[in-house]
């Protein structure tokens, strides 16, 4: 069963702390995606990786920090430097191969700090 | 479930009516388009996407219609159920990027 899964569902994190959200996908994707999303607004983007050991700043970086060191894989860190982190993030993957750029999205982890 | 939008613009509709969906864009130079229904707590799932070389698309019970004069997207439903009861996003990009960039949405509502 093809898609994209994150972990945990719900996360609850005391002011000060880092934490790691997990993104693994098994449909051979290229491209990966974080977005977050607050109530009332649309995706912000804030790292993508088209290829395994490298990655780009997506509008809201500041506060966040990504590996992608498994084409599978791309773990997001909020750290501690992230204001204002309680908020429902969304992981994505896409191919690159323009044929369709659909980007495919997990169920998200809602983030909560304490 | 989770809310994912408090303060999105509504559209209300009775069940078994059509709904038009719209949606701005702001980049003249965006040639790929693709709406998504969001149900609360959940992740996006693609409804539907159209490139600019084309002004129409038609899925299954939906039909994406593009005015790039007026850089106008939007999205229809027909015979609307309680199940479309979602957020709607759409979400642009260009030729030259894989990056989408996501409108703010619309809820929609269908009254039984």
């Known amino acids: 069963d093809g898609g994209i899964t994150q972990s945990p569902k719900y996360l609850f994190r005391k002011e000060g702390q880092n934490v790691t959200l997990s993104c693994e996908q098994n449909?051979?994707?290229?491209?990966m995606y974080w977005y977050r999303q607050d109530p009332g607004q649309g995706l912000r983007l804030i790292y993508y990786?088209?290829?395994?050991?490298?990655?780009q700043k997506g509008d809201i970086a500041e506060g966040y920090s990504v590996s992608r060191e498994k084409k599978e894989s791309f773990p997001l860190t909020v750290t501690s430097a992230q204001k204002n982190p309680t908020a429902f993030y969304l992981c994505a993957s896409s191919t690159l191969d323009r044929v369709t750029d659909e980007q495919f999205f997990g169920p998200g982890t809602r983030l909560t700090v304490l | 479930g989770e809310s994912v939008g408090l303060h999105l613009p509504t559209l209300s509709v009775q069940e078994g009516d059509n709904s038009i969906i719209n949606c701005a864009y702001s980049n003249s130079a965006s040639d790929y388009f693709i709406w998504y229904k969001q149900e609360s707590g959940k992740g996006p799932q693609f409804i539907i996407d159209i490139r600019s070389n084309m002004d129409k698309r038609q899925g299954q019970r939906v039909t994406v219609l593009l005015n790039k004069t007026v850089k106008h997207l939007s999205l229809q439903i027909a015979a609307t159920q309680p199940g479309d009861s979602a957020v709607y996003f759409c979400a642009e990009n260009t030729d030259s990027s894989y990056k989408l960039i996501f409108g703010s949405g619309t809820r929609l509502l269908v009254r039984p």
């Open positions: 449909l051979n994707h290229d491209a």
């Open positions: 990786s088209q290829i395994v050991n490298d990655f």
